[in-house]
Nanobody, 123 residues
């Protein structure tokens, strides 16, 4: 099972980026998905999540209203549309899959992780 995150880059404050996470080796359409991020010198934190097969979405306070998580089951991918980016959004962003029930914002609930993609927001 592999998760490949992409879409990171350098963007000015106020700009947008769309991150994608492609899964291979397993179909994840009915599992929970999540995006986390880790800024330099900080612990990894939850950003956004999708519930099992349904349409439930979850967001950290810092992401709500600016970020949108979505799933494309046909492509076995999950995306994170990030708008109105701020310098404090600068981090390595990771996608992850949750196979079993658990707290959606907890790292320990996730079973597979992508390698991360760097997002840098300049002021």
């Amino acid at each position: 099972v592999q998760l490949q995150a992409s879409g990171g880059g350098l963007v000015q404050a106020g700009g947008s980026l769309r991150l994608s996470c492609a899964a291979s080796g397993r179909t994840f359409s009915s599992y929970g998905m999540g995006w986390f991020r880790q800024a330099p010198g900080k612990e990894r934190e939850f950003v956004a999540g999708l519930g099992f097969s349904g349409g439930d979405t979850y967001y950290a306070d810092s992401a709500r209203g600016r970020f949108t998580i979505s799933r494309d089951n046909a492509k076995n991918t999950v995306s994170l549309q990030m708008n109105s980016l701020k310098p404090e959004d600068t981090a390595v962003y990771y996608c992850a899959v949750r196979l079993y029930s658990g707290y959606y914002s907890s790292e320990t609930s996730y079973d597979y992780w992508g390698q991360g993609t760097l997002v840098t927001v300049s002021s």
